[in-house]
């Protein structure tokens, strides 16, 4: 079983687990980490750590992070936070948001979905390197889900099951709810 542990609103981490629940995904368990719970994770041997929100302590909570050695750390960059220390750390950084510096961005947004563009080559869980470039992601018009949602899960499927993305571009909309 692999651990994903998010640090975000609750009701972000509740869509996040939706569609990664109804898109394929196996051996993964996806924890909700808080403000609350931060100091109870040390224990837990996380693959992916996300950081969706503000920290509250932030010099105490990113030793915490630190401490856990993730081997990816997926970042918001449109949040309140130092990643030039972050950098520094034993992990991948993979940074995503509106910020035009981010590794996973939004280069366009239509009707028929979102392109999300990929800025800088990557390595995926397998140790396979992912190429720069452009994927459309079609989302249900009804959806409620918001943008660093839609960010976060192409993340973590490009980095776990990049396969998954193309077949499910050709099958349905991507970001389908139930």
Same mark, same amino acid.
């Given at each position: 079983?692999?651990?994903? /542990? $998010?640090?975000?609103? *609750? ?11 109804? #898109?394929? $995904? ?7 980490? #808080? ?28 030793? %915490? %992070? ?11 960059? @449109? %949040? ?5 220390? $972050? ?6 950084? %993979?940074? *995503? /948001?509106? #910020?035009?510096?981010?590794? $996973?961005?939004? +280069?366009?947004?239509?009707? +028929? /979905? ?9 390595? @995926?869980?397998?140790? @396979? ?13 009804? +959806? ?9 899960? *192409? ?5 776990k ?9 050709e099958n ?7």
């Amino acid at each position: 079983m692999i651990f994903i /542990g $998010i640090i975000s609103e *609750y009701n972000s981490f509740e869509n996040i687990k939706d569609i990664l629940k109804n #898109n394929y $995904i196996k051996d993964i368990k996806l924890i909700h980490i #808080n403000q609350n719970s931060i100091e109870n994770i040390k224990n837990i041997k996380f693959e992916t750590l996300i950081i969706d929100s503000n920290l509250r302590d932030y010099q105490k909570e990113t030793k %915490i %992070i630190k401490e856990i050695a993730a081997k990816y750390l997926i970042l918001n960059t @449109d %949040i309140n936070i130092l990643t030039l220390e $972050i950098k520094s750390w034993n992990a991948n950084l %993979i940074t *995503y /948001g509106l #910020n035009r510096k981010a590794t $996973i961005t939004i +280069s366009s947004i239509s009707e +028929s /979905g979102i392109l999300i563009y990929l800025q800088r080559n990557l390595k @995926d869980t397998n140790g @396979d390197i992912l190429e720069i470039g452009e994927d459309l992601v079609r989302v249900n018009e009804e +959806s409620k889900l918001k943008i660093y949602e839609i960010l976060i899960v *192409y993340t973590i499927l490009l980095i776990k099951q990049k396969s998954i993305i193309k077949e499910l571009q050709e099958n349905s909309n991507f970001f389908e709810q139930n």
